[in-house]
C-alpha cells in the first residue's frame, strides 16, 4: 500500500464510526472499564460492558465488533471468553484481544491459548505480550518466551515487529503494538505512527481504552485500518492534550475532549512512516 492509500483508509475509518455510531461491546478489566467505555463513545462507538456469559454471546450477535480484554480475569471469564469468541465466529463480527497479563496464570495461559481457535481481527498490546502471545501460539516472534512483567513492557516495539507479523499474518487481520512509537502490521504493510504523550503510562486505561476504540474502528473498516487508526486518533489527541493539562488527572480529561474533537482529517494525517 501506499502512504497515500493508508491515510484515505483511515480517514473513512474515523469519519464512519462518527457517522454510524456503530454498537461495540466490550469485555474488558474492571479497573478501565469507565475509561474504555469514555473512550469507545468520544470515538463516535456506542459502548456496552458485558461478564456474562449469556451476555457475552448475545451482545457478540447483536454487537457489529466487540472487544476482549484479560485483564481482571473473573472465574466466570472461564465460560464466558470461549463462548463469546465463538459466537463471534459464528456471526462473523470482528474482535480485538488485548492479551494483558500474558503469563501471569494457568487460567489466562488457557483461555488465550483457546483463542488460537477463534482468532481476533486485532490483536493489540505492549512489545513483551505481542512477543509472549507469538509464543505461546507456536508462532515465529523472533525471541525466546520469557513472559511479561505484570502488564509493562520489558521489550521494545521494534523487538516485537516480527512477532507482530507473524500474529497478523496468522489471524488475517492486524497487529498494534504500543510503545513510544507505535507499530500496525498486518503481516505486509508494517507502520510506525509517532505523537502520543508521556502522560498515558500515568493514566489507568490508555492501553486498555486504545483496544476499545480499535474494535469501534473495526466495525466500520478492515482490521489494518481499524488498529491504525486508532493509534493515530490517539497519538494525536493525547499530543494535544498534553500540550492543555498540568498532569495525569487533567491530561485523561483533556485526552476525551480532543477524541471527540478530533477531524478525521487531523487523525490521517499524525505522522506516520512505513517500514
Not at 123 to 139: D, P
Request: charged share 15%.
Amino acid at each position: 500500500m501506499e502512504l497515500e492509500e493508508i491515510k484515505q483508509g483511515v480517514l473513512l475509518a474515523v469519519r464512519k464510526a462518527k457517522e454510524t455510531t456503530p454498537l461495540v461491546p466490550s469485555i474488558t478489566n474492571s479497573v478501565t472499564i469507565n475509561f474504555v467505555a469514555n473512550a469507545q463513545l468520544a470515538a463516535g462507538g456506542s459502548a456496552a460492558m458485558v461478564y456474562l456469559p449469556d451476555e457475552g454471546t448475545g451482545m457478540a450477535a447483536l454487537g457489529s465488533a466487540m472487544y476482549i480484554n484479560m485483564g481482571t480475569l473473573l472465574p466466570i471469564y472461564e465460560k464466558t471468553l470461549p463462548l463469546t469468541a465463538h459466537s463471534l465466529a459464528d456471526h462473523h463480527h470482528p474482535w480485538v484481544l488485548d492479551p494483558v497479563g500474558i503469563g501471569l496464570g494457568g487460567m489466562r495461559r488457557d483461555l488465550l491459548l483457546a483463542f488460537r481457535q477463534t482468532p481476533p481481527a486485532i490483536v493489540r498490546g505492549n512489545a513483551s505480550e505481542i512477543i509472549a502471545l507469538a509464543n505461546l501460539w507456536q508462532l515465529d516472534s523472533g525471541m525466546a518466551a520469557d513472559g511479561v512483567r505484570g502488564v509493562d513492557a520489558t521489550d521494545s516495539v521494534r523487538e516485537a515487529k516480527l512477532a507482530a507479523e507473524s500474529l497478523a499474518r496468522f489471524t488475517g487481520g492486524a497487529t498494534a503494538v504500543s510503545g513510544p512509537l507505535d507499530l500496525v502490521t498486518d503481516g505486509t504493510t508494517t507502520v510506525m505512527s509517532e505523537g502520543g504523550s508521556e502522560l498515558f503510562t500515568k493514566v489507568t486505561g490508555a492501553g486498555c481504552s486504545l483496544g476499545g476504540v480499535a474494535a469501534v474502528y473495526a466495525a466500520v473498516t478492515t482490521p489494518f485500518f481499524a488498529a491504525l487508526a486508532a493509534v493515530q486518533a490517539y497519538n494525536f489527541a493525547g499530543k494535544k492534550a498534553e500540550q492543555r493539562a498540568g498532569g495525569p488527572g487533567t491530561f485523561a480529561a483533556y485526552f476525551l475532549d480532543e477524541l471527540y474533537q478530533a477531524k478525521p482529517e487531523e487523525v490521517a494525517d499524525n505522522p506516520f512512516y512505513m517500514i
